[in-house]
C-alpha cells in the first residue's frame, strides 16, 4: 500500500520569504501523481500544483515549485514571496494511475503541514 | 476544473438519527469519493461511489453506518447512519475525470452530534 509521510506538522514564515515543506512517499508503481492541496479554515481543499511522475522536470506554478526526486520518492513544495494567504494546512497526496488497479484512482494523503505566515 | 457543491454545508443533530449529504458536480466525472476528516487531522477515504452500482468501502467503513448512492454522473449522497458523537466530523465530497490526474473538492460538511 501506499504511504505519505509529512515530517513538519507545523512551519512558519516571514511574508515575503521562501518556504519548503517536505513530503516522502513509498510506492512499489512507477507511474503516479503526485499533488499538494492548500486546505485554509475555510476547509475547502484546494489543488496547488501537481505532478506526474513519469516527467522529470519540476512542475511550477507562479510562486509554487516542487523539488521531485523520484529515485529518493521525494516532493517537496516550495512557496517563494510568501503572502498572508499562504496561511493554510499543506497537504501532500500520491494518486496511482487509474489503469492500475493495485492503487486505484483515490488519493492517499499525508498528515498534513500548517503553515504560518507572519507580518 | 470541476466545481462541486455539498449540502448541508454544517448540521448538529441527535444521537442515534442519520443524515444524508448531497454532492452535485456541475460536469459528468467518472471518479467520486467520500472522505472524513477529523478536526486537525488529514482525510481519511471512507468509500468510492460507483455510478450504478454498490460502493466500495475501506477497510473499517461498511455499508449500513455509510450507506451511498451515485444514481448517475453528477450527483452522489453520502448517509451517516445512526449517528453517535464519535462521527462528528468533516465529510468531503470528491471528484475527478481522470484525464488530468487530480481530484477536486467540495467544501465539506461540517457534522456535529450530540
Known amino acids: 500500500a501506499q504511504t505519505v509521510t509529512q515530517s513538519q506538522p507545523e512551519m512558519s514564515v516571514q511574508e515575503a520569504e521562501t518556504v519548503t515543506l517536505s513530503c516522502t512517499y513509498d510506492t512499489s508503481e512507477s507511474d503516479y501523481y503526485l499533488f499538494w492541496y492548500k486546505q485554509p479554515p475555510s476547509r475547502q481543499m484546494i489543488l496547488v500544483i501537481r505532478q506526474e511522475a513519469y516527467k522529470q522536470q519540476n512542475a511550477t506554478e507562479n510562486r509554487f515549485s516542487v523539488n521531485f526526486q523520484k529515485a529518493a520518492k521525494s516532493f517537496s513544495l516550495k512557496i517563494s514571496d510568501s503572502q498572508l494567504g499562504d496561511a493554510a494546512m499543506y497537504f501532500c497526496a500520491y494518486r496511482g494511475l487509474l489503469l492500475r488497479k493495485s492503487s486505484g484512482s483515490r488519493l492517499t494523503f499525508g498528515e498534513g503541514t500548517q503553515l504560518t505566515v507572519n507580518p | 476544473s470541476a466545481v462541486i457543491s455539498q449540502k448541508p454545508s454544517r448540521d448538529i443533530c441527535q444521537r442515534g438519527t442519520s443524515l444524508t449529504i448531497q454532492c452535485q458536480v456541475d460536469?459528468?466525472?467518472?471518479?467520486m469519493f467520500w472522505y472524513r476528516q477529523q478536526p486537525g487531522q488529514s482525510l481519511t477515504l471512507i468509500a468510492t461511489a460507483n455510478q450504478g452500482s454498490e460502493a466500495t468501502y475501506e477497510s473499517g467503513f461498511v455499508i449500513d453506518k455509510f450507506p451511498i448512492s451515485r444514481p448517475n454522473l453528477t450527483f452522489s449522497t453520502l448517509t451517516v447512519s445512526n449517528m453517535s458523537p464519535e462521527d462528528s466530523s468533516i465529510y468531503l465530497c470528491?471528484?475527478?475525470?481522470?484525464?488530468?490526474?487530480?481530484?477536486?473538492f467540495g467544501e465539506g460538511s461540517r457534522l456535529t452530534v450530540l
Open positions: 470528491s471528484a475527478g475525470t481522470g484525464r488530468t490526474g487530480e481530484l477536486f
Open positions: 460536469s459528468q466525472v467518472t471518479m
